[in-house]
């Protein structure tokens, strides 16, 4: 079992920036998959981008390159997102995800077995 807590989250204008933070907590010794997840007002949860905790290998969705990047503190057991640039697009509640073993991509929703409870990013013009 695996508990994850974001924070970070806020309320900025557009062009500013945000960190992300998740911790996880539990059995974080095996090898885990960690991911980011935002899901804005009244549309579908969409996965942005994942990471391989413990070779480091990283994956984003097109619709987020070059803006925001995923990385991992294993010593905290915490993975973070850097956004960039934020857009008031990018309004949404954001959820880390994670599990157990080895990914490619980034996988959908039902995926992924453990979440945590979000953070809100809110992002004015």
């Known amino acids: 079992q695996v508990q994850l807590v974001e924070s970070g989250g806020g309320s900025v204008q557009a062009g500013g920036s945000l960190r992300l933070s998740c911790v996880a907590s539990g059995s974080t010794a095996s090898r885990i998959y960690m991911a980011w997840f935002r899901q804005p007002p009244g549309k579908e949860r969409e996965g942005i981008a994942g990471?391989?905790?413990?070779?480091?290998?990283?994956y984003y969705a097109d619709s987020v390159k070059g803006r925001f990047t995923i990385s991992r503190d294993n010593a905290k057991n915490t993975v973070y997102l850097q956004i960039d640039n934020l857009k008031p697009d990018d309004t949404a509640m954001y959820f880390c995800a994670a599990d157990y073993g080895r990914w490619i991509g980034i996988p959908n929703v039902a995926g992924l077995r453990y979440w945590g409870q979000g953070t809100q990013v809110t992002v004015s013009s």
């Open positions: 990471i391989q905790t413990d070779s480091g290998s990283t």
